[in-house]
């Protein structure tokens, strides 16, 4: 009993350092990939449109009734990218 109670004060700050680490660790951030900017349409193969230079000069409006306006894919490829939603709407060229 008594090599345990010596050893305490050690545990205690063990843990307490691997504590503070932990507390301390910087989030790790996803670097972007995706470059393009798409809006589903149906007549394409992939159901997608390519909308990246009327995006630049805004040429367009999502009037928000729509599941997806703007969206982005991670590797810029509708049939393989993950898919984040820029913007929900119905997407309307200008």
């Known amino acids: 009993m ?3 109670a010596k050893m305490l004060p050690a545990l205690g700050l063990v843990f307490g350092a691997t ?3 932990a507390m301390n660790m ?3 951030e996803v670097e972007k990939t995706a470059t393009k900017v798409w809006t589903p349409d149906a007549s394409l193969p992939n159901g997608y449109r390519d909308i990246t230079t009327l995006e630049i000069g805004e040429d367009y409006d999502c009037n928000g009734t729509g599941p997806e306006c703007r969206v982005e894919f991670s590797n810029d490829n509708p049939a393989t990218g993950i898919k984040n939603v820029l913007q929900s709407g119905v997407f309307t060229e200008m």
């Open 26 to 28: 910087p989030t790790l």
């Open 2 to 4: 008594k090599s345990i």
């Open 19 to 21: 504590l503070a680490m």
